[in-house]
């Protein structure tokens, strides 16, 4: 009697089970866009084999690209990750990507940003970037002020100052030939701008000798790589190895700065003691800003006492900063000088701006464009000046966005989004719903991604030619829609660091642009003509490339060789 109690009740759990199961696979999800997914594996196994099937290194964002081609470039594609993780709304959409990334009624600060638990080692679990509702606000209000434009402008000197190191390293690769990867010419640049502008720091991390390098910047590097090519951030537990080793190493990185941060509380403690006569430094360094005991009312007051939390906290933003500050600038500034390198119309049309600016006698004059920016009197107009320049970053970050938000509203929320009304509509829930208004798709308790990499490549709104590279789309009347552009993200949680990224990537090709030529080599090298030895030269206007040259994960999208590239200076490079 027991026996058959017993088997009955697991008999109905299995069919309930089994049930449930099918429903969460085929039904919960059925109206939105998304491949043929199986019951056990959900879309895993379909995006492994899709890994296989291209680089295995290859950035998440080229296989959602595919995807997103394959089921016809639909608003949104949904990949079942599940069990490992909760399945991922792919958002393609810039007008569907708007309605997650702006605040609500519901939502005050948009959409909660998605859990960075796996990004912990390197930011903390303070980080502004992470923190969601008051203590996020609280803590951009604190830094807020630092990043705004009349500050920034005073930077100006001290970004220009840092470039010194960057134009030395490439005259030393023009006197070799050798071809080196520039994205770590540029991180090394970044480093030593952020440790100066941000911490007071000198970082030294151009130093040639890259054992002189600082701890710091020694240290941060060594903690970036445990996240190279980690395409789902999968749970701990998959690689518990790799997981102690980030933790590892992201103390290191802590322990480090802990102690910068004890050495300027004490600086600062001694400048308030002694009321010294000598002015604060304009404007006040971060470091100050993050041991400002941010309060939920507004109110910060320095403080006397260093409590390990607040030593913790400070930390944490300042390795926020550390990541934000160097990663997706240097980045974009190679990406930048790769594009112009095999675009020769846009080269020119850059030439000719800064000649008119600097005059055409300071091309190969790396110090009298330096000298120029960093007076007080000239650098901001020159700087606002560059319009073609900032086309050609904006147009660089529209085909390589380095990062995309990742957000989640939690379960029971109702959070709806519209579609667009060109695409086609959601299928409705059941035929006998066929002609109800469309209520929209709920996409509580869904990982939802706004994919930069295919938003900013919607020929629908940047026409056919979306994927080759042509600054001068953003020359003359606007006619993409804003929400279209979305690098820094839009809304309230957006980049709080852009304009200083837009400043500091306009110096550094302000004074690189017009002394040096750039060749890539390897992956992504210029097509020559097998006859003439001639670059061949594509109707949109770029040279022909014997590869893409594709990203991989490295915390955000960076070239997968770092664009290796050969260095000449103008004039006396080999003629294309
Ligand atoms: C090309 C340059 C940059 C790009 C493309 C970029 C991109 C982004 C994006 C997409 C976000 C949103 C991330 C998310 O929602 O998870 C973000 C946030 C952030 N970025 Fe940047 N960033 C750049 C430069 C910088 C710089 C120079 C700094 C600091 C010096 C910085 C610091 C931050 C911080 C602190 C946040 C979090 C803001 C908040 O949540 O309030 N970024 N950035």
């Not at 609500?104 to 859990?115: A, D, E, I």
């Not at 006397?304 to 300042?318: E, G, R, Y």
């Not at 709080?496 to 004074?511: D, T």
Request: with cysteine.
């Amino acid at each position: 009697m027991l026996s058959l109690l017993l088997l009955s009740t697991v008999s109905i759990a299995l069919v309930w089970l089994s049930r449930r199961i099918w429903y969460e696979r085929f039904r919960r999800y059925r109206r939105f866009p998304q491949l043929p997914t199986s019951l056990l594996w959900g879309h895993l196994k379909i995006y492994h084999e899709i890994v296989q099937r291209g680089f295995l290194d290859c950035d998440h964002d080229h296989i959602f690209a595919q995807i997103h081609e394959a089921l016809g470039r639909p608003p949104v594609v949904l990949l079942d990750y599940r069990p490992i993780c909760r399945p991922v709304l792919v958002i393609a959409s810039h007008a569907v990507a708007e309605q997650i990334s702006r605040p609500s009624r519901q939502f005050r600060f948009s959409v909660p940003k998605l859990g960075l638990g796996f990004l912990e080692p390197v930011i903390g679990h303070t980080s502004i970037l992470a923190a969601e509702g008051e203590a996020w606000k609280a803590l951009r209000r604190t830094f807020s002020p630092w990043f705004a434009g009349p500050h920034l402008q005073a930077l100006v000197p001290t970004i220009v100052e840092q470039t010194r190191g960057f134009v030395a390293q490439l005259d030393a690769l023009a006197d070799s030939g050798e071809a080196a990867p520039l994205v770590t010419l540029t991180t090394n640049l970044m480093y030593d701008i952020i440790g100066a502008a941000l911490l007071d720091e000198d970082l030294h991390a151009q130093h040639r000798d890259p054992r002189h390098q600082s701890q710091l910047v020694r240290a941060f590097n060594h903690l970036v790589h445990a996240y190279w090519d980690d395409k789902i951030h999968l749970p701990w537990f998959f690689n518990p190895v790799n997981a102690l080793r980030r933790r590892r190493r992201g103390a290191r990185v802590q322990r480090l700065l802990q102690s910068i941060v004890r050495r300027k509380h004490a600086e600062l403690q001694q400048q308030h003691e002694t009321k010294a006569p000598f002015p604060q430094p304009q404007p006040p360094s971060i470091t100050a800003l993050a041991l400002q005991p941010p309060t939920e009312d507004g109110d910060s007051s320095s403080s006397s006492t260093l409590t390990p939390a607040l030593l913790n906290q400070a930390c944490d933003q300042l390795r926020t900063f550390l990541l934000g500050g160097h990663d997706s600038p240097s980045a974009t500034v190679a990406w930048a000088l790769y594009e112009l390198s095999r675009t020769p119309r846009a080269q020119s049309a850059l030439q000719a701006e800064l000649d008119a600016l600097f005059g055409a006698g300071t091309r190969a004059d790396a110090g009298a464009v330096q000298a120029a920016l960093a007076r007080a009197a000239t650098g901001p107009d020159l700087l606002r000046r560059m319009v073609y320049l900032d086309a050609v970053l904006k147009e660089t970050l529209r085909l390589q966005p380095p990062a995309s938000t990742a957000r989640c509203a939690p379960r029971g929320s109702g959070l709806v989004v519209r579609l667009p009304c060109d695409h086609p509509q959601p299928r409705p829930e059941s035929p006998e719903h066929e002609h109800e208004h469309d209520p929209g798709l709920c996409l509580d308790d869904l990982i939802l991604y706004n994919c930069n990499a295919i938003i900013h490549r919607d020929p629908a709104v940047f026409g056919p030619d979306a994927h080759v590279f042509r600054p001068e789309r953003w020359l003359g009347p606007a006619t993409i829609p804003p929400s279209a552009w979305r690098p820094y993200e839009r809304g309230p949680r957006a980049c709080i660091g852009q304009e200083f990224a837009r400043i500091a990537m306009r110096v550094i090709l302000a004074v690189v642009v017009r002394r040096y030529a750039f060749t890539k080599v390897g992956v992504g090298a210029v097509v020559r003509d097998a006859a003439t030895g001639r670059p061949v030269m594509r109707p949109d206007g770029q040279f022909e490339v014997e590869a893409m040259v594709y990203t991989t994960r490295q915390i955000t999208a960076r070239p997968v060789d770092g664009l290796m590239m050969t260095v000449s200076r103008r004039g006396g490079e080999p003629e294309l």
